[in-house]
């Protein structure tokens, strides 16, 4: 999706548009999600997710997300999916199973509504 199509988007329940300003911020912030992402795959690689984040990251990232109300990408999107995905392993290796699991139902509960065929 460009800025010019994002920009005459509108809520579903308000019917608010988007706009061309809030349009640019939210593209911005999914790019830079995706490129934390993109390195985090390809550290991820190397090293275990354990090792390569403190909860100051998970934070942070989380902040990113559909996780928080102030949250600029999602919740269904799939850089969330993919964010959730490496937040269970996180959470596991971090001996955090509930919060592991926490990530594992919202990446089936994502997953579930964007292939609606597959169940």
Request: a neutral charge.
């Amino acid at each position: 999706m460009n800025g010019q199509t994002l920009s005459t988007a509108s809520c579903r329940e308000c019917k608010a548009v988007v706009g061309v300003e809030e349009g640019k911020r939210l593209l911005d912030a999914e790019m830079q999600l995706q490129k934390k992402l993109n390195l985090l795959d390809d550290q991820c690689e190397k090293k275990a997710i354990g090792k390569l984040l403190k909860e100051a990251d998970v934070q942070h990232l989380l902040r990113l997300v559909g996780d928080s109300a102030t949250g600029s990408v999602g919740p269904q999107h799939w850089l969330c999916d993919r964010l959730w995905c490496h937040l269970a392993d996180w959470y596991e290796q971090t001996g955090r199973d509930e919060d592991a699991c926490r990530m594992l139902r919202l990446h089936v509960a994502y997953q579930r509504k964007a292939y609606t065929s597959l169940h």
